[in-house]
């Protein structure tokens, strides 16, 4: 293969990152990683079923430092994994040359993984996956959300992984050397829900020992729930997320015990439910089934003991309040005395244990949308509910703005003006389809991305922007 060597020019970096809160190192010595080039190929599993690239491990071998995944939820259910594939499940997929047998991501994450932990030196790999099904109506994490996507990543890579979170401006090649850093690229969907989520009527619940749940509705009908861990910095780290029932206006209560309760009111009717749920170690809630309890609108509730409830509503014909009292017995809440109240309802949107608050809202933050879900906390204030940032997130050519805030851009290969403005703008740019050295750019892609990577003309165009292996 042609000898690299280290690009000679940088290019100022921008201060970008995934949306997660990050630290910024002082300038040190080239080549920065946000002003390199690195030898990339497009649709990596494929081989040389289609274009002439060999086998992940051949690639890696041969200074490819950008693996394209291209992945499917469809048979989740079954595989308990996302399969890679073109158009569907194993369509293009080369499983010669020492490539897994089977087309589960989990396999070939491996070998990736396998070539890392022998090549502690090597340039970081970036593992990209491109999203060719929507993720957001996987509902649960079961059913292969974006946390069971975090979850695969994690336990693929482990501490050679560098998180989205945890990247620090500045970065040099060489801090990077024999890290993985994987990154979303495919459904826009999906890659927007990965950093935000949007809802109506929020409500939380945090306990004596930070574990934090909020729930709120979709705005269609829809109720769903996120769990977190209030952490020693006072920010909540967010571990599950999933769709529970149908219903609006939802508010819960949680106990020391990990025990929640949960209200809501129906979507096309005035009938108030419960449900009884438990907070696993794990952050995912044991639901039980759902009960109606009575009529009216804008329910709230809270713990006054360990095992007992007050519940204050608004009737459904007038602004009377009325209250239960409930006493928790495991999956059903047994409730009494109910009678007019003069007390106002429970904030639903706030929760205070000792020194320690939460407080959930909706608002934009930059350009995401105006029912973003919002926390702050007694430390701090206004950050995103959202999936924990393990994984990068691409913007592409026609995304909307609030994708933009990214570390890596992507566009096909010819659209030349979108990777010389995102590369001077210090963004690193992938550009696929990276088929003929007439494509080539100044500034260069950070990533041309190619289905024929060893011919002449590639490895000459490399060699000459300065491509770091």
Do not use: C
Request: proline content about 4%.
């Amino acid at each position: 293969m042609t000898s690299k060597r280290t690009l000679a020019v940088t290019f100022t970096a921008a201060a970008v990152i995934t949306g997660a809160v990050v630290a910024t190192t002082p300038a040190t010595a080239a080549p920065a990683f946000t002003a390199s080039v690195f030898a990339a190929t497009h649709n990596s599993y494929s081989g040389d079923v289609d274009g002439a690239k060999g086998s992940i491990t051949y690639q890696l071998d041969h200074g490819v430092r950008f693996i394209e995944f291209d992945i499917h939820d469809n048979g989740y259910a079954t595989n308990h994994d996302y399969s890679i594939g073109h158009s569907s499940p194993g369509d293009l997929v080369d499983h010669g040359g020492g490539n897994p047998a089977s087309s589960l991501l989990h396999d070939w994450l491996a070998v990736v993984s396998a070539w890392s932990g022998t090549h502690t030196t090597a340039a970081p790999i970036v593992v990209m996956l491109d999203l060719k099904d929507d993720l957001t109506d996987n509902q649960s994490y079961a059913a292969g959300n974006l946390t069971a996507l975090n979850q695969e990543l994690r336990a693929a890579f482990g501490p050679k992984m560098l998180e989205a979170k945890n990247y620090l401006n500045g970065s040099t090649v060489d801090s990077l050397r024999g890290k993985v850093l994987p990154l979303i690229s495919g459904d826009e969907g999906t890659r927007a829900e990965y950093r935000r989520d949007v809802g109506y009527h929020p409500a939380i619940a945090l306990n004596g020992h930070g574990q934090v749940v909020e729930v709120h509705d979709s705005g269609a009908g829809a109720l769903w729930y996120w769990t977190g861990a209030y952490g020693a910095d006072g920010r909540v780290t967010w571990l599950r997320h999933g769709r529970y029932d149908s219903g609006v206006t939802p508010a819960v209560a949680l106990n020391d015990n990990g025990d929640l309760v949960e209200v809501h009111q129906s979507q096309s009717a005035t009938t108030l439910w419960y449900h009884v749920g438990h907070l696993g170690a794990d952050g995912e809630i044991s639901w039980s089934a759902s009960h109606q309890y009575d009529n009216g609108v804008l329910p709230t509730l809270a713990f006054t003991g360990t095992s007992t409830l007050r519940e204050i509503h608004q009737s459904q014909s007038s602004s009377q309040n009325w209250t239960w009292t409930g006493t928790l017995s495991g999956s059903t809440v047994t409730w009494t005395g109910n009678a007019k109240t003069s007390a106002a309802r429970y904030d639903k949107t706030t929760s205070v244990r000792g020194t320690q608050s939460v407080h959930v809202y909706t608002g934009a933050d930059g350009a995401t949308p105006a029912q973003t879900l919002r926390v702050s906390t007694d430390r701090v204030a206004g950050a995103r509910i959202q999936y924990d940032q393990a994984a990068f997130d691409e913007y592409q050519q026609g995304d909307p703005a609030e994708l933009q805030d990214a570390l890596f851009y992507g566009a096909p290969a010819t659209a030349s003006s979108f990777i010389v403005s995102g590369r001077q703008n210090g963004h690193l740019v992938r550009g696929w389809d990276f088929d003929s050295a007439g494509e080539a750019t100044n500034p260069p892609a950070s990533y041309p991305a190619s289905n024929t990577p060893y011919a002449s003309w590639y490895q000459t165009m490399i060699a000459q922007q300065g491509a770091v292996s």
